[in-house]
């Protein structure tokens, strides 16, 4: 392959949210984008009685991630804004959670801007900080099976919210709103995922070259590692350089840590970003559990259920001086499949059931997550569950659904970690994180982390409109643009940009 055509002014290692936002965005200003991704395109299977092809299916045929777009091909559509309160030092049960080098308003216009390209139906939540506009549309209406469930919930004097989605649904809209969104993978790309809201766009502007089935093997830097110079990947059996002034590394929070460890150099000898040993640490997320509302010896019809979440317990209360978290309904997902014992009892229960979660907040730690030793092993360490916080949040939704006349199933304990943040987490001090406020590889120009490694803490949110927003904002510093009228301008990270060619920055 001619190496002389491989130069690009910007190489992102990753297509999921955070990856195809920053092409997008940068494509729009007029940068020349190489996108790397190990997997390929999805590919609809009408063999399937179902709108969508669910995740077990994919990984028990073989056709497993990565793929284009990554997780959010599978994820429920479902984009809220962590709280204000989120980006400072919140006292939990078992410590307190760390400290944002931004704050919300410095990524509210993005949040907005990403709502805006992901096409988000929302209404405003009484827990939810100050918003510049509206939503860009309206909340999706609950399904009268689900309509009466809500009802229920909320005679109890208990606030039920709209949850914010993310779908192409509405006046000429491709959403049926079908019972196979969450965990599937839409054949009607119906959901707004990294690849249909963010990737495809970015390709349309002709400013943008993908690479599929193509594994980034190395980072490259100056000889002095003080500034990077490209990527090292191998794509069927062939391998070359990819020669760029700005490297993003978007490929998720354990195979960004992984990709920054085997790029060590002499100047960088435990890995790029790690000087503090800080590289796949501080790795926290939510502790998740699950209930099962039983609504009787029917199964539930198929409907398109995911609409509502209880945030209520967002903060703290007046019984427990620390926040609980959120109860979120699920959508239709074949849990059972995957399980040869149980599955036929999980079958009979989840097909009768609404399907809930209950998360709060886990506490990082310097040691939990993934440890690089040097004779080339991998260690993990979870974080610390906030074990009796995460009871009272079972015993209240518990109460809550019982309260309203359901039975209920639900399994105690913490049944696994959900959306994942940290491992490369950005902050002011080299220290105690890997990048910088904007997402740049402390001490090494031109290297961007975008994705939910560098966040430092997840409240009790789904993070991937805050990765979303992050990109945005990192592309706008990558190409010296102001996030507001009265900012002054940010200097720009590639050599080929000028003030004066800019396209207008964010209103």
Sequence with gaps: MAQDSLVFDVVIIGSGAGGSTLAY????RGAKVAVVERGDFLKPRREFKTVGIPIHDFQQTG??????????????A????????????????????????????????????????????????????????????????????????????????????????????????????????????????????????ALRPALATGNVQLFTKTECLKIL???????????????????????????????????????????????????????????????????????????????????????????????ATKDWPYPLGVIQVAGQIP?????????????????????????????????????FHPNGEVSFTDPVHNVETFARLRSVACELFRNAGYRLYSPKGVLRVFHPVGSTRFGKDPATSVADPWCQVHGIQGLYIVDS???????????????????????????GVRSSPGQKQEESTLSFVRAQTLTPALA
């Design 221 to 315: 830097t100056t000889p002095d590692g003080k500034r990077a110079t490209g990527v090292y990947v191998s794509r069927a059996g062939e391998e070359f350089t990819i020669n760029a002034d700005v490297v993003a590394a978007c490929a998720g929070i354990e195979h960004t840590a992984r990709l920054l460890w085997k790029s060590r150099t002499a100047a960088h000898p435990k890995g790029l970003g790690n000087a503090s040993d800080c590289l796949g640490r501080f790795y926290t997320g939510h502790s998740t559990g699950a209930i099962f509302p039983i609504m009787g010896l029917r199964k539930v019809p198929p409907l398109h259920q995911k609409t509502f979440t209880i945030n209520q317990f967002y903060h």
């Design 335 to 371: 849990i059972w499949r995957g399980s040869r014992l149980r599955g036929p009892l999980i079958k009979l229960l989840a097909q009768r059931s609404v399907h809930f979660f209950y998360m709060t907040e886990a506490l990082p730690t310097k040691d939990s997550g993934w440890t």
């Design 78 to 197: 479902v984009l809220g804004r962590l709280r204000e309160s989120d980006f400072r030092p919140i006292q939990l049960e078992r410590g307190t959670t760390a400290e944002w080098p931004i704050c919300y308003a410095d990524l509210e216009p993005y949040y907005y801007k990403g709502e805006e390209l992901y096409k988000v139906h929302g209404k405003m939540d009484p827990t939810e900080p100050v918003r510049s506009a509206p939503f860009p549309h309206p909340a999706v209406e609950h399904e009268p099976f689900i309509a009466e469930m809500v009802k229920r919930i909320e005679s109890q004097g208990v606030r039920v919210s709209y949850l914010p989605k993310a779908i192409d649904y509405g006046p000429n809209g491709k959403c049926v709103l079908c019972n196979t969104c969450d965990a599937h993978y839409c054949q009607l790309d119906a959901k707004m995922d990294a690849e249909i809201a």
């Design 25 to 28: 965005r940068l494509a729009e």
């Design 453 to 479: 490694g560098v966040v430092p803490s997840c409240g009790s949110m789904n993070i991937t409109l805050t990765v979303i927003a992050l990109a945005l904002r990192t592309a706008d510093r990558i190409c």
């Design 63 to 76: 056709a497993t991630l990565p793929c284009v777009g990554g997780e959010t091909k599978f994820y429920g």
